[in-house]
C-alpha cells in the first residue's frame, strides 16, 4: 500500500505534471486519481497515539495537489487503526479507507473544535468532490460514550459544560458534509456514532451508496443518515441497523428538494424512514423505493412539527415490521406515522399533500396513523395495493396515540387499523387488513375518523378482516 507519490510535495508535483501532460495526450484515457498515504507522512496506525497531525497534512497535501492538477486526489489508509481528533476534508479528496483499516475517532472533548457544529470525527466544510470509500470503517467509539447501559435507553456522556448544547444531546457527530457539492460516500462502514452518524447539511449532488451503518440498539440519537436542507441527495444499497432514526431529511434554514433512497435494509429502535420532526421549510419530490424494514418502533414517518410543507412523496415496495420498545424513544409501532402537529404554541403547522403508498406490505403491533391538523391537513393520500397484518406479541402496553415530540405528547385512544383525522382527499385501492393472534379484541376497529376533519375518502377493493394462515 506504499504510495508512489508519497516521496516530497516537488517529487509529487513532478510525478503529477508529468503523468497529466501524458494523460492529456491520450484521448481515450480515463483520468487516474492521485493517491498519498497517510503512513508515508507518519501516521503509525497503531490505535494508540493520535494520527492527526499527519494525517491532516495528507489531506492537505492531497487537496494542494487537486488544486494545482485539477485531478482527485485519494488519501489511502493501509490496514491499521488511526485514532484521531476532528479530520477536515478538503475539495477533491477522497479518504480511501482500505479493507480492515478503521479511523477512530477520539472520545475527549478536546478531540473536537471548539464550535459544537463542527464536532465530528471527519467534516467536510464548504468542499467540492469530496468522498470517503475503500472498503474499511469509521468508528467513533459510541460506547465509551455511554455512563450506564440500560436495555431500554443509554444513559450517554453529555458535554454540555460547554454551554453550547443541552442535556444528552451534547456528543460528537460522526461524519459531516456540510455546505458540499459533489460528495460521494461509498463502499464502507460506519460505525458507532456517539451521537449522529452521517450528516448531509446544505449539499447539492450527495451520492451515498454501498454504506453499512452501525450502531448500538439502546443508544439515543445515534440516527443513521440526517439529511438537512439538502437538493440532489441518492441514497442506495445501504444497511443501517441502529438505535435511534435511519433516514431522516430535516429542514432547519431553507428547502429539501429530490431525495431518492434506495434497496436498503433498516433496524432501527425509532423510525425508519423519517421527515422532521425539524421541518421549518418544505419538502419536496422525495422517493423511497424497495425498502425492508425489520422490527423497528415506527415504519415510515412523517414527522412534520415546524410550518414546513411537504409534497410530493413516494414510498413504494416496503416491507414492514414494527414492534412496541420503551416508551421513552419516540414511536409506537406504526409502519406508517403521517402527522403535522404543531410542536408548541410558537409552531406553525405544515402541511402535507400528494403522498403515495405503493406496494407496501407490513406486519405490526399497531395501526397506521394520519393525522393532520387544523390549517396543516393532509391531502391527496394514495395507498395502492396494501397489505397489512396487525398482531401484537410484545408486552408493552398499546392503547396511546403518539403526538411527540412536542404538540399533544402520548393520548390514550383505542386502537384503529387506520387512525385518521384532518384529511381531505384519500384514495385507497387495494388494501388489505388482517388481524392475527389472540389480541383482536383490543383492535375492534379498522377505520377510526369523523366526516367533521376527513372528507373526500374513497375506498376501492378494501378488505378487512382476521388473518388465517
Ligand atoms: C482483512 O482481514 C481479514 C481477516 O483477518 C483477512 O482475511 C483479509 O485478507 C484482510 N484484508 C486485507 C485487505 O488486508
Ligand atoms: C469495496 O471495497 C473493497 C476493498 O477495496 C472491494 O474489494 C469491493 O469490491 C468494494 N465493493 C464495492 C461494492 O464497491
Ligand atoms: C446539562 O445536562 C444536565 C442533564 O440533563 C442538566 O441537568 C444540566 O442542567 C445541563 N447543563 C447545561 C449547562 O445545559
Ligand atoms: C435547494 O433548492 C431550493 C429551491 O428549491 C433552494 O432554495 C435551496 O437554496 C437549494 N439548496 C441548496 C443547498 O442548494
Ligand atoms: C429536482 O429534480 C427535478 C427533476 O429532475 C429538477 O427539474 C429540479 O431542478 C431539481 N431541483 C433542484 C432544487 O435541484
Ligand atoms: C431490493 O433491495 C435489495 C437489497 O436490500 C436487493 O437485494 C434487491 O436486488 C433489490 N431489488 C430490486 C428489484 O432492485
Ligand atoms: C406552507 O404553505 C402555506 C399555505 O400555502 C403557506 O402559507 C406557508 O408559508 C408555507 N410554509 C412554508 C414554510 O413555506
Ligand atoms: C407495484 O407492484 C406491481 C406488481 O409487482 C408492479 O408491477 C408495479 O410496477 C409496482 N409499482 C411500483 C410503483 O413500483
Ligand atoms: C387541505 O389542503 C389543501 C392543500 O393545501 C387545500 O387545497 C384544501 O382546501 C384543504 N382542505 C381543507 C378542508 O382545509
Ligand atoms: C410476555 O410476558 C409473558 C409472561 O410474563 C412471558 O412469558 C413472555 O415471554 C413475554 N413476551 C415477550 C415478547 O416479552
Ligand atoms: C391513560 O390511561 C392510563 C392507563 O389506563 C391511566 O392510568 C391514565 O390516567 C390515562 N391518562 C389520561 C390522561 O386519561
Ligand atoms: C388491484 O388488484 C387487482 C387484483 O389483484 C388488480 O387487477 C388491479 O390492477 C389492482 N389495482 C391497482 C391500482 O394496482
Same mark, same amino acid.
Given at each position: 500500500m506504499k504510495s508512489i507519490l508519497s516521496i516530497s510535495h516537488f517529487q509529487l508535483f513532478l510525478y503529477c505534471s508529468l503523468s497529466y501532460l501524458i494523460q492529456s495526450h491520450a484521448a481515450t484515457s480515463i483520468i487516474r486519481p492521485l493517491s498519498l498515504c497517510v503512513k508515508?507522512?507518519? #501516521?503509525?496506525?497503531?490505535?494508540?497515539?493520535?494520527?492527526? +497531525? =499527519?494525517?491532516?497534512?495528507?489531506?492537505?497535501?492531497?487537496?494542494?495537489?487537486?488544486?494545482?492538477?485539477?485531478?482527485?486526489?485519494?488519501?489511502?489508509?493501509? =490496514?491499521?487503526?488511526? @485514532?484521531?481528533?476532528?479530520?477536515?476534508l478538503k475539495s477533491g479528496v477522497t479518504l480511501d479507507i482500505s479493507e480492515n483499516a478503521t479511523i477512530l475517532g477520539g472520545t475527549k472533548l478536546s478531540d473536537y473544535p471548539e464550535k459544537q457544529d463542527r464536532w465530528y470525527v471527519v467534516v467536510a466544510v464548504d468542499a467540492e468532490d469530496v468522498g470517503i470509500t475503500g472498503g474499511g470503517e469509521i468508528n467513533g467509539q459510541g460506547m465509551k460514550f455511554v455512563t450506564r447501559l440500560d436495555e431500554r435507553k443509554n444513559v450517554m456522556v453529555s458535554w454540555n459544560h460547554t454551554g453550547a448544547c443541552f442535556d444528552d444531546e451534547c456528543r460528537p457527530r460522526l461524519v459531516g458534509f456540510i455546505g458540499c457539492k459533489n460528495a460521494r460516500i461509498w463502499n464502507v462502514s460506519l460505525n458507532e456514532p456517539a451521537y449522529w452518524c452521517l450528516h448531509i447539511v446544505r449539499c447539492q449532488n450527495t451520492l451515498i451508496r454501498d454504506i453499512s451503518i452501525y450502531g448500538d440498539f439502546n443508544t439515543p440519537n445515534n440516527d443513521g443518515i440526517d439529511i438537512e436542507d439538502s437538493n440532489?441527495?441518492?441514497?442506495?444499497?445501504?444497511?443501517?441497523?441502529?438505535?435511534?432514526?435511519?433516514?431522516?431529511?430535516?429542514?432547519?434554514?431553507? =428547502?429539501? +428538494?429530490?431525495?431518492? #433512497?434506495?434497496?436498503?435494509?433498516?433496524?432501527?429502535?425509532?423510525?425508519?424512514?423519517?421527515?422532521?420532526?425539524? !421541518? @421549518?421549510?418544505?419538502?419536496?419530490?422525495?422517493?423511497?423505493?424497495?425498502?425492508?424494514?425489520?422490527?423497528s418502533h415506527r415504519g415510515l414517518a412523517l414527522q412534520i412539527r415546524d410550518g414546513g410543507n411537504v409534497s410530493d412523496v413516494i414510498f413504494s415496495n416496503i416491507k414492514i415490521s414494527t414492534r412496541y420498545y420503551d416508551p421513552s424513544w419516540w414511536g409506537r409501532a406504526e409502519p406508517i406515522y403521517v402527522t403535522t402537529c404543531p410542536r408548541d404554541d410558537k409552531s406553525k403547522a405544515g402541511s402535507i399533500s400528494n403522498l403515495q403508498f405503493i406496494n407496501i406490505t407490513a406486519i405490526s403491533e399497531n395501526g397506521v396513523f394520519l393525522s393532520g391538523s387544523k390549517g396543516g391537513n393532509l391531502s391527496d393520500l394514495k395507498f395502492i395495493n396494501v397489505d397489512l397484518v396487525y398482531k401484537r406479541w410484545t408486552n408493552y402496553s398499546g392503547g396511546m396515540v403518539d403526538y411527540r415530540p412536542g404538540c399533544k405528547g402520548l393520548v390514550n385512544h383505542s386502537t384503529a387499523g387506520f387512525m385518521m383525522e384532518h384529511i381531505d382527499g384519500l384514495d385507497v385501492q387495494n388494501l388489505s387488513m388482517k388481524w392475527a393472534g389472540e389480541n383482536t379484541a383490543k383492535w375492534n376497529n379498522p377505520?377510526?375518523?369523523?366526516?367533521?376533519?376527513?372528507?373526500?375518502?374513497?375506498?376501492?377493493?378494501?378488505? !378487512?378482516?382476521?388473518?388465517?394462515?
Open positions: 508515508d507522512h507518519g #501516521a503509525t496506525g497503531t490505535g494508540a497515539v493520535y494520527d492527526t +497531525v =499527519p494525517i491532516q497534512s495528507t489531506i492537505n497535501a492531497c487537496s494542494s495537489a487537486f488544486l494545482r492538477h485539477r485531478r482527485p486526489c485519494y488519501v489511502t489508509f493501509p =490496514p491499521g487503526k488511526y @485514532l484521531t481528533a476532528t479530520l477536515f440532489n441527495t441518492f441514497i442506495t444499497r445501504c444497511k443501517i441497523d441502529t438505535g435511534d432514526d435511519a433516514i431522516c431529511p430535516k429542514t432547519y434554514t431553507s =428547502p429539501l +428538494v429530490n431525495l431518492t #433512497a434506495t434497496n436498503c435494509w433498516i433496524k432501527t429502535k425509532s423510525s425508519a424512514i423519517k421527515l422532521g420532526s425539524a !421541518s @421549518l421549510y418544505k419538502f419536496k419530490g422525495l422517493v423511497f423505493d424497495n425498502i425492508t424494514i425489520v422490527e377505520l377510526d375518523f369523523r366526516p367533521s376533519t376527513v372528507i373526500h375518502v374513497s375506498l376501492q377493493n378494501f378488505y !378487512s378482516g382476521l388473518y388465517k394462515q
